[in-house]
């Protein structure tokens, strides 16, 4: 959820024209990602929510990309996406050992 409010906050400064470019997708993978999460859990296998998983993998995986083509474009800095790149990270590896423990 933090990364959620941390996309929102640094989508604002990007320009206008990027409203339904780049902005509404980041702002779609941040969402799906604890979205994905909670719905996942209320599944009843733990195929079914390491499947949601999966996706919020993905969805977190292109956000990242997402800001590393913010920084290219030259629409923010590398400092000033410091941080949700961190949650982003923070967020695989989390990710990534839920998955790990569905399969087992």
Do not use: H, W
Not at 23 to 40: C, D, H, K, L, Y
Not at 65 to 90: F, H, K, M, N, P
Request: with cysteine; proline share 2%.
């Amino acid at each position: 959820m933090d990364l959620v409010l941390e996309i929102y906050a640094l989508t604002k400064s990007l320009p206008g024209y990027e409203l339904y470019g780049l902005t509404m997708q980041m702002r779609r993978a941040a969402v799906s990602i604890p979205s994905n999460i909670a719905e996942g859990q209320q599944r009843n296998t733990n195929k079914e929510f390491s499947n949601f998983l999966a996706i919020a993998r993905g969805s977190n995986a292109e956000l990242e990309t997402q800001l590393e083509i913010c920084v290219r474009l030259g629409y923010v800095t590398s400092d000033s996406i410091a941080r949700a790149v961190l949650l982003c990270r923070e967020i695989g590896k989390i990710l990534n050992v839920l998955i790990t423990k569905c399969s087992n």
